[in-house]
C-alpha cells in the first residue's frame, strides 16, 4: 500500500478537529492540533487520539498524567493551524484558559473532554493515546470539521436558505 493512497484515501473522510493539551511537571504547557480524535469504549470511558512519535510534544504528552482534548468550533480554524505549526509558542495568543483539570482550554471550543491517561499503545510510527474520561464540557456550537484538507463545517439549520438542500429520498421514490 503506498502512502500517497492511504493519505489521498483518509483525506476523504471528515473528521473532528481538535486542540490536544496538557501541563508537565515543571508546569510548561504542551498542545497540538489533531483530527484522530474518538471514542474507544462506554464502560470504562474512553477515548483516544493518535500522536506522531516524530512530534516536539510526544515526550510530554506520553509522559502525561492528563490531558484535554479541545474540540474546535466553526471559526476556530485560526487556532487549529496555530496549534499545528512548529516553532512557535503556541500559547503566545493567549487564547487558552485553565478549563477542566486546570488544563489549557479553548473557551470557544464546542466540546471539550477531560482525561486521565488510560494507557499509550504503540501503533508504527504513531502512539495512540488512550484517556479516561473524567470530565466533559458541551455547548450548541457548530464544529469545525476537517475533510479534503481543508476546514469546513456542516450545514445546520442556521444555513437554511445559503445552502442547497439535500434530497431527501423517501422509500417509496426506490
Ligand atoms: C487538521 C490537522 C490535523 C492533525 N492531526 C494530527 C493528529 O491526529 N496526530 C498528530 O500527531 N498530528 C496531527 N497533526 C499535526 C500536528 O498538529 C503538528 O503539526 C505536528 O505534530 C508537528 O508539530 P511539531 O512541530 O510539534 O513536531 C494535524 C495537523 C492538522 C493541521
Not at 477515548?47 to 506522531?52: F, Q, W
Request: with cysteine; hydrophobic share 40%; aromatic share 6%.
Amino acid at each position: 500500500m503506498e502512502h500517497t493512497a492511504l493519505t489521498q484515501a483518509m483525506a476523504r473522510v471528515p473528521g473532528p478537529v481538535t486542540v490536544v493539551t496538557t501541563i508537565d511537571g515543571t508546569g510548561k504547557r504542551w498542545g497540538f492540533t489533531a483530527n484522530s480524535f474518538t471514542s474507544v469504549s462506554l464502560d470504562p470511558p474512553l477515548v483516544l487520539v493518535c500522536l506522531n512519535k516524530t512530534a516536539s510534544t510526544h515526550e510530554a504528552f506520553t509522559a502525561a498524567d492528563h490531558f484535554l482534548i479541545n474540540v474546535l468550533a466553526h471559526g476556530e480554524d485560526g487556532v487549529a493551524r496555530r496549534f499545528a505549526q512548529s516553532g512557535i509558542d503556541r500559547f503566545a495568543a493567549g487564547d487558552m484558559e485553565p478549563c477542566e483539570l486546570g488544563l489549557p482550554g479553548s473557551p470557544g471550543a464546542c466540546v471539550r473532554v477531560a482525561c486521565s491517561m488510560h494507557s499509550v499503545v504503540d501503533a508504527g510510527d504513531h502512539s495512540i493515546l488512550v484517556g479516561r474520561v473524567v470530565d466533559t464540557c458541551t455547548n450548541d456550537r457548530t464544529p469545525l470539521v476537517y475533510y479534503n484538507r481543508a476546514f469546513a463545517h456542516p450545514a445546520t439549520a442556521a444555513d437554511a436558505g445559503t445552502v442547497e438542500p439535500v434530497k431527501i429520498l423517501h422509500l417509496a421514490d426506490w
